[in-house]
């Protein structure tokens, strides 16, 4: 009868690692693939797990350290990490290959990595650093696709800056039902509920990080047109909800610094005037947008592409920094736990960038990002509390998450030990369509 429980037991756990492999959508045993060509620091040697590093290492703001790690059976059935300092620095289960630490906030050049169910091969170890000059007392521009898009991608660096204004550019009312348990499936009310309810939380939840709502914006076309209008210029666009029919109810820019016109037709030539007229009136000295290529949503994707063209249509130049909230590999990315590190996401082909740039938000920091996070319907269970089979629902998710792995909310994946950005030049936006 033990033998018997011992392999039912064993079977389970067999089942949970299957499913947990499949969750990537990746091989886990490849090695990502990247061509840092930036300082290197080569020839380091990682001896019994202590590494040394030069003494200038704090000249640079983002450093990347190339390991690379051999096969750990435990790191099949528990998550396999390695500590540095007081940061986790997690992989994904199973994980061998090349990977990369950041390594850009540490207060000692004598760095210990405690390892956790994973093991390292290599004994030396090159080191990549960045100087990206990102001032936070400049003039700084986010592109948010959606009401959530810049919380997520960059709550901590935003509230530290001095100068920025936020522009969400659609209104995010197609997608999941969220609210059809309270308006019996009718989808459109849903998805008119839920827009009023975005364009509310893009407007007030940057109060949390201390953006006037003069400077935050939403520009109110239609979720999922932004590609479609880029192909059918000239046309106007239309809502993905059957009955969904204005756009400029969530066109909120009266109120705005930026003066706009306070309706629009859905097409491709507003949306371009928009960012024309935004850059133009603003004249940012950086910009804080979706990677076009990485970035699998096709409104992040256009709303950078969009960019690109109103910049070289205006002949304007300033530094991008670029985030991905829906990596096209994988949505499972950043894995690991709250508060851990965010390092370079899996690659299996090369993409585009000058630079990387890993901002620090302390434990305060991370705390406030959490409540602007909590801040926005979309992110949370709104109908936990209608009933116990509502609750009992969302608990069945919670464990699932847990047993499978699977676990894509952005809580954990976003509040993070640092928030990370892959830094393009002006002069070489070209380069990313």
């Keep these: ?65 190339k390991i690379n790690l051999s096969f750990n059976f435990l790191s099949y059935f528990l998550k396999p990490y390695i500590k540095i300092e007081n940061t986790k620095h997690f992989f994904e289960y199973g994980a061998k290959g090349v990977r990369y630490l950041n390594l850009s906030h540490i207060a000692n050049n004598r760095v210990k990595l405690t390892t956790k169910n994973i093991t390292l091969s290599n004994i030396k170890a090159d080191l990549y650093g960045y100087k990206n000059d990102v001032d936070l007392s400049k003039k700084i521009l986010i592109l948010a696709p959606h009401a959530d898009d810049a919380e997520i991608a960059a709550f901590g660096l935003y509230k530290t800056a001095k100068d920025v204004t936020i522009v969400t550019t659609t209104i995010g009312e197609h997608g999941l039902c969220n609210y059809c348990d309270i308006y019996n499936s009718d989808r459109l009310k849903n998805s008119l509920k839920k827009a009023e309810l975005r364009t509310v939380d893009a407007l007030s939840v940057p109060l949390l990080g201390n953006v006037e709502v003069k400077n935050s914006l939403t520009l109110g076309y239609f979720g999922g047109s932004l590609k479609w209008m880029n192909e059918n210029q000239g046309k106007k ?10 756009m400029n109810s969530f066109r909120k820019v009266s109120h705005a610094k930026v003066k706009l016109p306070l309706e629009v037709e859905p097409t491709y030539d507003a949306f371009l005037n928009d960012l024309s007229e935004i850059i133009t009136q603003i004249k940012p000295d950086i ?10 949503h096709q409104d992040h994707k256009h709303t950078t592409i969009g960019l690109i063209k109103a910049m070289d249509s205006l002949n304007f130049s300033c530094k991008l920094l670029l985030y991905t909230n829906h990596l096209e590999l994988s949505e499972t990315y950043p894995v690991g736990n709250i508060n851990s590190s965010i390092s370079l996401p899996p690659n299996l082909k090369e993409f585009y960038f000058d630079s990387l740039y890993s901002f620090e938000l302390d434990e305060e920091m991370q705390i406030d990002k959490f409540f602007a996070l909590e801040s926005i319907h979309d992110l949370r269970d709104s109908l936990v509390f209608f009933s116990i089979k509502r609750a009992f629902k969302h608990l069945n998710r919670l464990v699932k998450r847990k047993v499978t792995g699977k676990d894509n909310n952005y809580f954990r994946r976003a509040i993070r030990a640092n928030e990370l950005f892959f830094v393009v030049d002006g002069k070489n936006i070209d380069k990313l369509v």
């Design 1 to 65: 009868m033990i033998l018997f429980l011992l392999f039912i037991v064993l079977i389970a756990y067999l089942f949970i690692v299957f499913k947990r492999a499949k969750r990537y959508k990746y091989n886990t045993s490849n090695d990502y693939l990247y061509k840092l060509d930036k300082d290197i620091i080569s020839n380091l040697k990682i001896d019994n797990n202590k590494l040394e590093l030069p003494n200038n290492y704090k000249e640079f703001d983002s450093l990347f350290l």
């Design 237 to 246: 666009a239309s809502s993905y909800v059957d009955g969904f029919e204005s």
């Design 287 to 296: 910009i804080i947008t979706p990677h076009p290529t990485i970035d699998s």
